[in-house]
Nanobody, 122 residues
Framework: QVQLVESGGGSVQTGESLRLSCVAS????????MGWFRQAPGKQRERVAT???????NYAESVKGRFTISKDNAKNILYLQLNTLKPEDTAMYYC????????????????WGEGTQVTVSS
């Protein structure tokens, strides 16, 4: 019965920023792995960023230095700050959660949100 609901997507131009939010229900984000993934049409799903219960973060090389994953444990909300957006960042972005508490960049994720669309035009 874990529910993850993303929001914050939209259409922006190259160089602009967005902040995505993921509200988790019936799941404590402070103790397990959380992640952001994205998928563009015709491409495989890609891991964007993950964060563990202790706050250690991992990023895909394509977004490192531009995106930041963070969380508010009190509000049970996961965030992804997307800065300096590029057209190649265009994708559906998904929030995901795992029962694992470590190795968050490699573990399988069991629960997924429905996604929020990010479109970046040039």
């Amino acid at each position: 019965q874990v529910q993850l609901v993303e929001s914050g997507g939209g259409s922006v131009q190259t160089g602009e920023s967005l902040r995505l939010s993921c509200v988790a229900s019936r799941y404590a984000i402070d103790v397990s792995c959380m992640g952001w993934f994205r998928q563009a049409p015709g491409k495989q799903r890609e891991r964007v960023a993950t964060i563990g219960g202790v706050g250690s973060a991992n990023y895909a090389e394509s977004v490192k230095g531009r995106f930041t994953i963070s969380k508010d444990n009190a509000k049970n909300i996961l965030y992804l700050q997307l800065n300096t957006l590029k057209p190649e960042d265009t994708a559906m972005y998904y929030c995901a959660a795992s029962f694992r508490a470590s190795g968050c960049d490699t573990v399988d994720y069991s629960w997924w949100g429905e996604g929020t669309q990010v479109t970046v035009s040039s």
